[in-house]
């Protein structure tokens, strides 16, 4: 089992920042990719980024240029600039293991108003 504890969701004007962070415990060695997703109300989860065990990087075409996502040991950052109300959502850290196991953390709300 690989456990995610994430913290940094909050309320932030438009044009403001957050950092999201997940921590990871138990079996870390068995992780592959670590990353982030988000759901709206009313939307279906969608990837946000994601990092790789030799640190590639992917993220959707939405976030480009604003977030940016780094992993440090078995923490993995997700950094938000310039957010939008549209980035208003529970963001949710992912992890993908050994044998196609996931594991999600719990969520995270972040509000982006006035």
């Known amino acids: 089992q690989v456990h995610l504890v994430e913290s940094g969701g909050g309320l932030v004007q438009p044009g403001g920042s957050l950092r999201l962070s997940c921590a990871a415990s138990?079996?870390?060695?068995?992780?592959?990719?670590m990353g982030w997703y988000r759901q709206a109300p009313g939307k279906q989860r969608e990837l946000v980024a994601v990092?790789?065990?030799?640190?590639s990087t992917n993220y959707a075409e939405s976030v480009k240029g604003r977030f940016d996502i780094a992993r440090v040991g078995n923490t993995v950052y997700l950094q938000m600039n310039s957010l939008k109300s549209e980035d208003t959502a529970i963001y949710y850290c992912?992890?993908?293991?050994?044998?196609?196991?996931?594991?999600w953390g719990q969520g995270t709300q972040v509000t982006v108003s006035s």
């Open positions: 992912h992890v993908s293991a050994t044998l196609s196991r996931d594991y």
């Open positions: 138990g079996r870390t060695w068995e992780i592959d990719d």
């Open positions: 990092v790789g065990d030799r640190s």
